[in-house]
Nanobody, 126 residues
């Protein structure tokens, strides 16, 4: 079993920054990818960023490339999402997720992830 607990949600003005944290506990052998997803009202869950916990390879969704940065502190079992240059369209509930993926090509598929955090709200105003 893997447990994920997010923190750091809140509100920001457009152009400002926020940082999310997610602590992973339990069976670390059950995942090799940690990811951030988000879901806005009436929309599907969207892959934001992911990191391979073995080799630290990172991937980003097109809508956040150049603005968001995912990082991993293996000593603290914590994955971070640094969100810069926030836009109102970044408003959503953000989730941390864990998966064992045979290929990075499926990282945006929420169904591939077996463990999820409770979600944290990010609201960006213009």
């Amino acid at each position: 079993q893997v447990q994920l607990v997010e923190s750091g949600g809140g509100s920001a003005q457009a152009g400002e920054s926020l940082r999310l944290s997610c602590v992973a506990t339990g069976r670390s052998d059950k995942f090799n990818y940690l990811a951030w997803f988000r879901q806005a009202p009436g929309k599907e869950r969207e892959g934001v960023a992911t990191i391979n916990t073995r080799v630290s390879t990172k991937y980003y969704g097109d809508s956040v490339k150049g603005r968001f940065t995912i990082s991993l502190d293996n000593d603290k079992n914590t994955v971070y999402l640094q969100m810069d240059s926030l836009k109102p369209e970044d408003t959503a509930v953000y989730y941390c997720a864990a998966a064992w993926l045979g290929s990075s090509t499926t990282w945006t598929a929420a169904a591939e992830f077996h463990s999820w955090g409770q979600g944290t709200q990010i609201t960006v105003s213009s």
